[in-house]
């Protein structure tokens, strides 16, 4: 299995701060990676696919750059709606796999 | 609008088989190009795939639980089941149904907590 590695763990901040996640993947997975945003008791939501692809009516506030084995997601300016748990997710090899999450949290 | 919801037996004894159907409406399960997959969620932690069916039948399970899971699809009801034997306390968890488009997950059901006690 691919393993997906996130950090940090855990992020605090502001809203308006910009914000950096990474996912680092244990082997080269091209661009073949999502960015999930899941808040409490929900499911998760796609945010974007293939390393950098908005998924329809995601604002444009979040980004998602990287290829190969190192990743990112970036919030520009952080917002209320925002402070939930993201995760990234690989779909380069035969079976998918997802890193541990990233919460951020209110600073 | 595609929707999926989960339903089965919130309390299953350890041992036992973990039995839960997905019902999807908004569309058929038998239509287009489509992974309907499990996906769990313990308390607190991060997101494992359990499995996956294709439109066509072919299945695909999480090697570490391949042994003890079984997907399967009754398309007259527009339905799709998992089935995860011998379960224990590490079985608890929140078990999300989903629809996969182009290997993204674009729908999701609202998940079913199933806890795992005698």
């Known amino acids: 299995d691919i393993q997906m590695t996130q950090s940090p763990s855990t992020l605090s901040a502001s809203v308006g701060d910009r914000v950096t996640i990474t996912c680092r993947a244990s082997?080269?997975?091209?661009?073949?990676l999502a960015w999930y945003q899941q808040k409490p008791g929900k499911a998760p939501k796609l945010l974007i696919y293939k390393a950098s692809s908005l998924e329809s009516g995601v604002p444009s506030r979040f980004s998602g750059s990287g290829s190969g084995t190192e990743f990112t997601l970036t919030i520009s300016s952080l917002q209320p709606d925002d402070f939930a748990t993201y995760y990234c997710q690989q779909y380069n090899s035969y079976w998918w796999t997802f890193g541990q999450g990233t919460k951020v949290e209110i600073k | 609008q595609v929707q999926l919801q989960e339903s089965g037996p919130g309390l299953v004894k350890p041992s036992q088989t973990l039995s839960l159907t997905c019902t999807v409406s908004?569309?058929?399960?038998?239509?287009?190009?489509?992974?309907w997959s499990w996906i769990r969620q313990p308390a607190g932690k991060g997101l494992e795939w359990i499995g996956r069916?294709?439109?066509?039948?072919?299945?695909n399970y999480n090697p570490s639980l391949k042994s003890r899971v079984t997907i399967s699809v009754d398309t007259s009801k527009n339905q799709f089941s998992l089935k995860l034997s011998s379960v224990t306390a590490a079985d608890t968890a929140v078990y999300y149904c989903?629809?996969?488009?182009?290997?993204?997950?674009?729908?999701w059901g609202q998940g079913t907590l199933v806890t795992v006690s005698s």
């Open positions: 908004g569309g058929s399960i038998s239509s287009g190009s489509y992974y």
């Open positions: 082997q080269s997975i091209s661009s073949w």
């Open positions: 989903a629809r996969v488009r182009d290997y993204l997950v674009d729908y």
């Open positions: 069916i294709y439109t066509s039948g072919s299945t």
